[in-house]
């Protein structure tokens, strides 16, 4: 038995999460075109801890070969990222054989699994599809008939907060549990049997921060039990307010709706930090500071432009939600601002040449156009009429770009360039908000849309209730624009905890964030470096033909040895530049403090901001967790990932310590890879998977004779 990769042949359009299925399928051949049909998931557990507003997933499913007599050659496993969830653990169990993943680079995850493979010993890759950045996949290989697989997947989320409840809601989607049989056209149109076997076991452990205790657990969606006051890890502990436990069992292994959770928490908007240390590597810790922010500064008087998608795919239901958006938003626009509508599929249309005031005879002309919206615009292009959108701008006042799709397009990457361009390096006040529309529409799109535009995302699925979210959404695209926001750490050590206690003074250490992106370059110290030996330009003891010896690369990071040496900055902060703050919006910053970091305790964060109206200022106090761990540190490193994948991250405001350059100019041919090798040091260093990291997982343990193999196929 071994496991194989096989690149895709072909490059298909980034669509939803939910256009995928959590499963095992092989392919073959139907009436020209090629059928998946699942294997059977005969067992189902899924156990969540929640911290805070973070969740720490391990889900183990277990699939059955449903043949006696006829083995598997190849069989796809797919996991779905929903809502934007991060794999941090991989191992999978076939009959007696176990393998675990660890992340490598990539080049050298595939390497180290086709040499397995070769050797015909259990192997495994899971890596992210290159056409849908939200879906990662593995190959299995030579399941015999009868066989049962175990895939066991650790993943970890940031909770939304819900507005319905005002507390956080926690899902588990129908396309973890899905169906056994076949998917023909698509996953809507699947009548397969139900899966056989034990059923679903979902347990969710709760625990809120300092200074807030849980005041109902509860789900909208299926009848759970639940425990108040102690955890599953902890049943008999002595009961307190911050803890409770919910747990779901089901007799079939399969969700007819999407499990959904919701905790209602006293103060779960208020600011928080919480400070982790992580178990394993020294002097490492991790602070994650979040809040829903709560405070009013005069509306102002932008250019609203609200791009509209009008492909295919908006066909029927999709077009009446955007028609049912776009009144809300246009009957809520103020006096004063410049408005406009733009249609767009493969082609694109605006409703006035440039944007006009906003008036009573405006608004009739545009609610008149919004009526005469058919879907009747082909394929989905958006970067062009994102294009068209801020080239025509207005150059004196802000500009608001209010995006409506379902989320399905070719290239993710182009419009989130072009946006991150215009936005982050121009530095014109533009801001781009996106409204995902339908059930199938892509996170990894909207959110990214959003965080590339100062923005942020909301999706609103069918027969669900958007008007608060609309207007929110329009409120926020009204406040002003803030875009210096810094984060400070105040540390407290005990020495000085003591003399503050015998001198009334209050001893503390306050460190910017910013002051750490002066990096030292070219680590090696020249003082002590030897002066090099002549060459001779004829030397006969010279084998000119002989290889250079291989290097010993168990992380695949000695790819990068041949670029200029950078020191890690001692606070890494992710996102790098503090995200425009919006109220009933979670905003949540991550810090990680190396071993360079002050070594005291984190006292308190400070953010600061400046608007013309008066300085900003919020001061939060930390939590230290008692247990070390990594859910913070991985967390915090995703971000920091997905930052670098994104062209933003602290390398892109790094400065030589020495000369004050910034790097990016000072190595302009080796700066892509710069940026390449520092995400791949966090994902091996953290155990991240990403664009340039994948987990490989080989089997462990003596070495076996290749079996034979005397079934059918």
């Known amino acids: 038995m071994s496991f194989g990769f096989h690149p895709h042949s072909h490059y298909t359009p980034a669509t939803g999460w939910r256009n995928y299925v959590c499963g095992l399928y092989y392919t073959f051949p139907n009436a020209g075109q090629l059928e998946k049909l699942y294997l059977p998931q005969v067992n189902l557990q899924a156990h969540t801890s929640i911290l805070a507003t973070t969740s720490r997933t391990v889900l183990t499913q277990t699939f059955a070969n449903p043949s006696d007599v006829k083995g598997i050659k190849e ?3 797919t996991f779905p990222l929903y809502d934007g969830v991060s794999v941090v653990g991989f191992t999978c169990h076939v009959g007696d054989r176990i393998i675990a993943g660890e992340v490598k680079e990539k080049e050298k995850a595939r390497a180290v699994f086709k040499e397995a493979v070769a050797r015909g010993e ?17 190959t299995v290989g030579n399941v015999p008939p009868g066989a049962k697989a175990t895939i066991q997947i650790t993943y970890l989320g940031e909770l939304k907060h819900d507005m319905d409840v005002d507390g956080i809601r926690f899902t588990i989607p129908t396309i973890i549990c899905p169906r056994y049989g076949k998917y023909p056209l698509g996953l809507t149109d699947n009548t397969a049997t139900t899966a056989f076997g034990n059923g ?3 347990t969710v452990d709760a625990e809120m921060s300092e200074g807030s205790f849980i005041q109902q657990i509860r789900s909208p969606s299926h009848p759970i039990a639940i ?6 890890f902890a049943p008999n502990a002595e009961p307190t307010m911050t803890k ?17 959770l919701q905790i209602v928490a006293k103060d779960t908007g ?3 930090a919480i400070a982790e240390t992580h178990p394993t590597i020294a002097h490492h810790r991790a602070l994650m500071a979040t809040l829903v922010p709560k405070f009013a500064l005069p509306s102002e008087k932008p250019e609203v432009v609200f791009v509209c998608d009008q492909s295919g795919s908006m066909a029927g239901s999709r077009t009446e939600l955007v028609q049912q958006a776009l009144r809300v938003f246009l009957k809520s626009l103020p006096v004063g601002v410049k408005f406009n509508i733009c249609v767009f599929g493969t082609r694109y249309s605006f409703l006035w040449p440039k944007s006009v005031t906003y008036s009573q005879q405006t608004l009739d002309e545009a609610v008149q156009h919004v009526e005469t919206f058919n879907a009747g615009y082909g394929g989905t292009e958006m970067l062009q009429p994102m294009k068209a959108t801020i080239s025509q701008r207005f150059p004196d006042i802000p500009l608001e770009v209010m995006m409506l799709t379902d989320g399905e397009i070719w290239d993710q990457s182009n419009l989130f360039d072009y946006i991150n361009q215009q936005v982050h390096e121009s530095q014109a006040p533009i801001r781009v908000f996106s409204l995902g529309i339908g059930n199938g529409v892509s996170h990894a799109l909207i959110e990214g849309i959003a965080k590339a535009g100062n923005g942020f995302s909301q999706s609103v699925g069918e027969g669900e209730k958007m008007d608060s979210k609309v207007v929110r ?3 926020g695209a009204l406040s002003p624009h803030v875009t210096d926001y810094s984060l400070e750490v105040k540390y407290a050590d005990k020495r000085s905890e003591k003399r503050a206690e015998e001198t009334d003074d209050d001893f503390e250490i306050v460190e910017k964030v910013a002051d750490s992106l002066s990096v030292k370059l070219g680590l090696e110290d020249k003082s002590e470096k030897e002066q090099p030996k002549t060459i001779s330009l004829f030397d006969t003891s010279v084998d000119l033909d002989q290889e250079e010896p291989a290097v010993q690369d168990e992380s695949g990071e000695a790819r990068y040895s041949h670029l200029p040496k950078l020191a890690t900055p001692k606070v890494i902060q992710a996102p790098q530049s503090v995200p425009p703050l919006f109220a009933f919006n979670r905003t949540t910053v991550y810090l990680l403090l190396g071993p360079d970091a002050p070594q005291m305790t984190p006292k308190s964060v400070v953010l600061r901001g400046t608007s013309e109206h008066g300085p900003l200022e919020l001061e939060i106090p930390v939590q230290i967790l008692d247990i070390p761990g990594e859910t913070i540190h991985q967390l915090a490193a995703k971000k920091a990932i997905a930052e670098l994948e994104q062209g933003r991250g602290w390398l892109q405001d790094a400065k030589d310590g020495d000369s004050g350059q910034s790097v990016r100019t000072k190595y302009p041919s080796r700066f892509d890879d710069m940026v390449e090798r520092e995400a791949v040091r966090l994902g091996v260093q953290f155990q991240v998977g990403g664009k340039w990291c994948s987990f490989v997982a080989v089997e ?9 193999e005397a079934y059918e196929w």
């Not at 462990?700 to 034979?708: L, M, S, Y």
């Open 244 to 260: 409770a436990s919910a747990s779901l069992s089901l007799g079939s292994a399969q969700l007819d709706t999407d499990f959904i």
């Open 270 to 272: 208020v600011p928080r």
């Open 700 to 708: 462990k343990g003596p070495r076996r004779e290749k079996e034979k």
């Open 122 to 138: 259990t192997a495994g890759l899971f890596e992210q599809l290159p056409d849908a950045s939200d879906v990662f996949t593995t």
């Open 75 to 77: 069989v796809r496993y």
């Open 227 to 232: 425990n108040m006051g102690t955890t599953s």
């Open 200 to 202: 679903i076991s979902i």
């Open 473 to 475: 959404m329009l409120k």
